[in-house]
Nanobody
Framework: EIRLVESGGGVVESGGSLRLSCLAS????????MAWFRQPPGKRLMWVST????????TYADDVKGRFTASRHNANNSLYLQMDDLEPTDTATYYC?????????RGQGTQVTVSP
């Protein structure tokens, strides 16, 4: 059974930082491209980043590029999202997912709230 468990969300002031983590199990993580998505309140699920099997190969949505950094530790089946210079518009539930699934193969999410 594929299982993805996100953690690390919370409330932070504008300009602050958070680091999200995702622990994966039930599939061969080291051979799987992974992604981060987010869903702001009342809005649809949106792609944030994809990080491929090669940890150096990551892409980002334009609105987070330069502020967010995705990384992974294949030996620990773990995925991370370092979020810096957070803005109120980053408020959302964040999900890790298997890349290519359109966000359907994702965890339960972790809430990030950025106050002005």
């Amino acid at each position: 059974e594929i299982r993805l468990v996100e953690s690390g969300g919370g409330v932070v002031e504008s300009g602050g930082s958070l680091r999200l983590s995702c622990l994966a199990s039930g599939f061969t993580f080291s051979n799987t491209d992974m992604a981060w998505f987010r869903q702001p309140p009342g809005k649809r699920l949106m792609w944030v980043s994809t990080i491929r099997v090669n940890p150096a190969d990551a892409t980002y949505a334009d609105d987070v590029k330069g502020r967010f950094t995705a990384s992974r530790h294949n030996a620990n089946n773990s995925l991370y999202l370092q979020m810096d210079d957070l803005e109120p518009t980053d408020t959302a539930t964040y999900y890790c997912a298997i890349a290519g699934s359109g966000g359907t193969a994702r965890g339960q999410g972790t809430q990030v709230t950025v106050s002005p």
